[in-house]
């Protein structure tokens, strides 16, 4: 365990804790929410607005799609990937894992590694722990991930077990390839095992202790956010964090939803990632205060009011959802940018009012009115 994460104030009443993740480009508060650029760029959100605007300080890759496309020579040529995309602030890679519950992307899991189909070309390429770590460091990434062995939902217990051995024994050689070979763009780089056994406790936990053990920055978790009952998730989070260190900064991959954020927080968790919430704007889902909105429904034709009354974002104080009903119904692309702003917003301002609670020792009060407002009738 580095010395990469301080706990700054933990809640007297519950496991949330409000902390720092300091990564070679920088400080992060936790608990924080890191928008998905899969290839480098986040869906309909520019990167000065996640900087100047929307106070993102970390965001996170895909690996594996960097790597096939536009391809490791020219990002290395343009001196790693921040460069590349022109990103200052930290970065996290995924090693391409969750890629692994993607049928048109895998082709078969064996020991050495995972055998991907390439979408591009239709060849089958081998990703072996090894090698994920070597396109990682390329990358030059602040935060690189394990490769790990993530089940589909709802396989037996036998198969969440060998998926949990597995990931441990793929655990143990990106820590070698990655004590051999860091780095060629950031050789601060930090490396997250991946706790996989879907919603056996026991098989979740003895995972992060046995990754614990080999010696990651942190033990983060994955696997979830596909089918599994919410409750089942905060149970393994919280019985995870009881058997790790305190200074484990707890990654629980996946998770978008603002719901599923707040009880994570409240069982320990301290760092999110998801597509969710610019996937939902693109399908006209938009989060308000009140509970979700669908904009595409008859109801907000000619509603002069802005998404959210509590929203203080661009979209909020300037545009009607008339307006943006407009756009969405006519396939006007800025419509699109528009909603993916307001839904990225609003999940930083949340992560953002959740750390002030954890920090002021009132979270518990926070989380108990947030819930009761956004459980009002979906409109
Ligand atoms: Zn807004």
Not at 159 to 166: E, G, M
Not at 215 to 231: K, N, P
Not at 267 to 293: K, V
Not at 325 to 330: D, E, I, R, V, Y
Request: overall charge positive; hydrophobic content about 40%; glycine content about 8%.
């Amino acid at each position: 365990m580095s010395d990469c994460f301080e706990v700054n104030v933990s809640s007297s009443s519950s496991f949330a804790r409000s902390g720092v993740l300091h990564t070679a480009h920088g400080r992060v508060l936790t608990p924080f929410f890191m928008p998905v650029a899969t290839k480098g760029a986040v869906k309909f959100v520019s990167h000065p607005q996640l900087v100047n605007e929307l106070c993102v300080e970390c965001m996170i890759s895909n690996a594996f799609i960097n790597y096939l496309k536009p391809g490791l020579g020219l990002i290395e040529s343009a001196g790693g990937l921040h460069k590349f995309i022109g990103w200052d602030k930290s970065l996290f890679t995924d090693s391409g894992g969750f890629q692994l519950i993607l049928d048109h992307f895998v082709h078969k899991v064996t020991n050495k590694g995972v055998f991907f189909k390439n979408p591009f070309d239709k060849s089958i390429e081998l990703i072996s722990p090894t090698k994920a770590i070597h396109i990682q460091n390329s990358l030059g990434s602040d935060v690189a991930m394990c490769l790990d062995h993530q089940p589909l939902f709802g396989k037996s217990r036998a198969a969440y077990l060998d998926s949990a051995i597995r990931t441990i024994e793929w655990g143990l050689e990106c820590k070698k390839a990655h004590e051999e070979n860091v780095n060629k763009t950031n050789k601060h780089q930090l490396l997250f095992g991946i706790a996989q056994g879907g919603i056996h406790k026991d098989i979740r936990c003895k995972c992060a202790l046995a990754l614990h053990k080999i010696g990651f920055d942190a033990v983060a978790l994955g696997g979830f956010g596909i089918g599994e009952a919410q409750r089942d998730m905060y149970a393994i989070i919280k019985e995870v964090k009881k058997i790790l260190p305190k200074n484990n900064p707890t990654y629980v991959m996946g998770i978008g939803s603002p719901i599923e954020i707040l009880n994570a927080v409240e069982n320990g968790a301290d760092m999110f990632d998801s597509a969710y919430p610019t996937r939902m704007a693109r399908h006209g889902l938009i989060f308000t205060s009140e509970g979700p909105i669908k904009i595409d429904r008859a109801v907000h034709k000619n509603s002069f009011f802005p998404l959210d009354k509590n929203c203080n974002c661009f979209v909020c104080r300037n545009h009607s959802r008339a307006y943006l009903h407009h756009l969405f119904k006519t396939y006007e692309q800025n419509g699109l940018m528009l909603l993916s702003y307001h839904n990225t917003y609003f999940i930083t301002n949340l992560m953002k009012e959740i750390r002030l609670s954890i920090n002021e020792n009132r979270f518990e009060s926070f989380k108990k009115d947030f819930e009761k407002n956004y459980s009002k009738k979906e409109n």
